[in-house]
Each structure stands twice: as structure tokens, then as C-alpha cells.
């Protein structure tokens, strides 16, 4: 499915207009913020997925008129004639197939874009000193997401923070949300740590999965004995259950 969150297909991404919980949240920075953040559902433009789409386009090219670039000749330029130009470093033949028709999008607008391939220890380099336009990388957050937080939007990270997110909106939210004594104010910083990241477009998601898919066997138990009887391990190990065990065989 298409993805319209850093959370999508959970209950901590952002829909709607922001509750009052989340406004609270982002009061204090409203002039730091778009105003989308506060009065617009976000959500990215959809086509029909086949041939050239020519609404989405036209859209696009009014944007980038809007920010004073135009054509000259077949080249889209800035009001001092430098042409807006952008690279896409891969080291995967799979990402090229998915990175091609958006690189052809870009082309009829007059933008210069185009794909580098490069070996994988060239683009481990490259990732790690920030020398790239853009790139396409696997996305994956735990649910509730956590301890990822801080290394992926936080503006202290060194590692995983591949946008280079420097914006203290989101590290009061990140914080916020990692400091919630409640699970209520855990998912209204999340939400609007979602809304703040989507509406400054930093990233653009992709897709995520429709399911969570989860399998597990219950084989665990633990004796019958009264609750002040139990020391360690328990919670943090569990007893053996032959007779739950049993319920599936396995070859």
C-alpha cells in the first residue's frame, strides 16, 4: 500500500486535521512550522499509474514557477540561470527499475536527473559523508516506534539521520515522545512528530505493509505457585510448557 506516514498502518501515524492533544503540542512552535501542519490533511498526489500523468505534472511545474525556476530552452532554471539538477546514487539494479520513472517524470519537467550506480562500498562512503542529491533506502521502525527515534530524526544523530534533519521542532517532539508518561501523550507526540516530518518533506515514504504478519507458538507457562514463591527468572525468562508444546508438531 502507499504510504502516507513515517508510521503508516499503525496507530501512531497522523490523520486528519491534529487533535487538540497534538495542537498542544505544536502550539509553541507555529512559527516555526508550516501552516499546512495545522489547517490541511496531508497526503501525497495519486495517479493512475499508467502512462504520463499529466495532472501531476502540471502541478509540479507550477510549484517549481512559484519558486522561480523556468524554462529555458529544455532546461528548467533558477532566476540566475543555474539548471536545477539532481542525482539519485544506487548500488542496487532493483532500485534503478524503481527510480527510473520518477527520473523520467523529472526529465519532462526540463529537470537534469539522473542515476548513479556505484558498488556498495562507494555508496556506504558516499551515505556516510553525506556526498549524494537523494537516495532510495529500506525503511523499517518498530512498533511503538522507540528507540529508533533519536538515530533517524533526531538533529544529534551521527548515523542513520541520512536527511540530515536539523530542526528543533522535531527533537522537542522526538523528545517528547520518548519522555511521555502515558500511552495517550506517547502517541500525540508521535502523530505530530509524523505531521511535522511529512509536511517539511524530508523523506518521501513509499509503501508499507497492509498486515502486520506475526507468527508465534505459545509454549510458555509457568508453575502453580503463589506470586511471592516466584524470583528470578520470571518475567525475564519463562518455563518450558510440555503440554502446550505439544499442540503443534514439528517435522
Do not use: C
Not at 517549481?64 to 543555474?82: C, H, I, K, P, W
Not at 539538477?85 to 527510480?99: D, H, N, P, Y
Amino acid at each position: 500500500m502507499r504510504a502516507d506516514s513515517y508510521f503508516a498502518n499503525s496507530a501512531f501515524a497522523s490523520t486528519g486535521l491534529p487533535t487538540e492533544a497534538e495542537v498542544a503540542l505544536l502550539e509553541p512552535y507555529r512559527a516555526q512550522l508550516p501552516t499546512a501542519v495545522f489547517d490541511k490533511i496531508f497526503s501525497f498526489h495519486r495517479s493512475e499509474g499508467a502512462g504520463i500523468d499529466r495532472e501531476g505534472l502540471s502541478k509540479a511545474r507550477q510549484l517549481l514557477a512559484d519558486a522561480g525556476y523556468q524554462m529555458r530552452g529544455a532546461v528548467l532554471s533558477d532566476t540566475t540561470g543555474e539548471p536545477l539538477a539532481i542525482e539519485f546514487l544506487t548500488a542496487s539494479q532493483s532500485e534503478q527499475r524503481t527510480l527510473l520513472p520518477y527520473v523520467n517524470a523529472l526529465t519532462m519537467l526540463g529537470i537534469q536527473a539522473s542515476i548513479r550506480m556505484i558498488d556498495g562500498t562507494g555508496f556506504a562512503h558516499l551515505r556516510a559523508t553525506g556526498e549524494f542529491d537523494a537516495m532510495l533506502l529500506p525503511g523499517f521502525i518498530d512498533m511503538p516506534p522507540t528507540w529508533q527515534l533519536r538515530p533517524y530524526f533526531h538533529s544529534t544523530s551521527t548515523g542513520w539521520n541520512d536527511s540530515g534533519i536539523d530542526n528543533p521542532v522535531v527533537d522537542a517532539l522526538v523528545d517528547a515522545a520518548l519522555a511521555a508518561p502515558i500511552p495517550d501523550r506517547f502517541m500525540a507526540a508521535l502523530r505530530s512528530l509524523d505531521r511535522v516530518l511529512l509536511w517539511n518533506y524530508y523523506q518521501i515514504p513509499l509503501d508499507a505493509r497492509v498486515d502486520t504478519r506475526i507468527v508465534y507458538w505459545d509454549k510458555f507457562g509457568r508453575p502453580e505457585l503463589p506470586d511471592e514463591m516466584y524470583k528470578a527468572p520470571f518475567p525475564d525468562g519463562w518455563w518450558f510448557d510440555e503440554e502446550k508444546a505439544t499442540r503443534i508438531v514439528v517435522d
